[in-house]
Nanobody, 119 residues
Framework: QVQLVESGGGLVQAGGSLRLSCAAS????????MGWYRQAPGKEREFVAA????????CYVDSVKGRFTISRDNDKNSVYLQMNSLKPEDTAIYYC????????????WGQGTLVTVSS
């Protein structure tokens, strides 16, 4: 139903910034919420940030509050994650997620993009 493609990952020094993008196709983009998750080597996938279908509501894991910002452009069918003041512990594969817990259930994932933060 929904296909997601992430981009924007790469290698950055601690203190630097990166902007991740996720392009969606398939179902109407403004009909579902979006989120970012990450999985560090040897660890389980964890929630990073989410944004409601309208863009009004956002939430973040405590470890990224004040450093990361999630946003979406429903005209461009895209969601973004602006990451500032990056730390080595932010190193992970970042995954885009599309979710709808209503009658039209949806839980789709992208292939991931690698972010490496060097110290």
């Amino acid at each position: 139903q929904v296909q997601l493609v992430e981009s924007g990952g790469g290698l950055v020094q601690a203190g630097g910034s990166l902007r991740l993008s996720c392009a969606a196709s398939g179902r109407t983009f403004s009909s579902y919420d979006m989120g970012w998750y990450r999985q560090a080597p040897g660890k389980e996938r964890e929630f990073v940030a989410a944004i409601s279908w309208s863009g009004v509501c956002t939430c973040y894991v405590d470890s990224v509050k004040g450093r990361f910002t999630i946003s979406r452009d429903n005209d461009k069918n895209s969601v973004y994650l602006q990451m500032n003041s990056l730390k080595p512990e932010d190193t992970a594969i970042y995954y885009c997620n599309a979710r709808d817990l209503g009658p039209k259930l949806l839980d789709a994932w992208g292939q991931g993009t690698l972010v490496t933060v060097s110290s």
